[in-house]
């Protein structure tokens, strides 16, 4: 089984930042992709980030130039730095793998934009 622990988040001004973390509890960390994905308040879970095993990156539209997906395989983490936050940016924050044909989700961290 795998698990994933978000932290991170919290409430910021437009234009600030906040770095979340998902910390996963697997052996082959190494070896999986990874995402973030955020669902606001009365709307679809929207994909945001993904990493690949391999360290390559894609962004949804939405926060290209702003956020940075990265991982730490000693440390079995993957990150999200989020600059130049927007309102429309607040949402639960989900990491998200999957192995052995099943989604493996964190258990969300709340990030607020608000002035």
């Known amino acids: 089984q795998v698990q994933l622990v978000e932290s991170g988040g919290g409430l910021v001004q437009p234009g600030g930042s906040l770095r979340l973390s998902c910390a996963a509890s697997?052996?082959?960390?190494?070896?999986?992709?990874m995402d973030w994905y955020r669902q606001a308040p009365g709307k679809q879970r929207e994909w945001v980030a993904l990493?690949?095993?391999?360290?390559?990156?894609n962004y949804a539209d939405s926060v290209k130039g702003r956020f940075t997906i990265s991982r730490d395989n000693a440390k079995k983490t993957v990150y999200l730095q989020m600059n130049n936050l927007k309102p429309e940016d607040t949402a639960v924050y989900y990491c998200?793998?999957?192995?052995?044909?099943?989604?493996?989700w964190g258990q969300g961290t709340q990030v607020t934009v608000s002035s």
């Open positions: 697997v052996s082959i960390f190494s070896a999986l992709h």
């Open positions: 990493i690949t095993s391999g360290g390559s990156t």
């Open positions: 998200h793998t999957g192995w052995d044909i099943r989604d493996y």
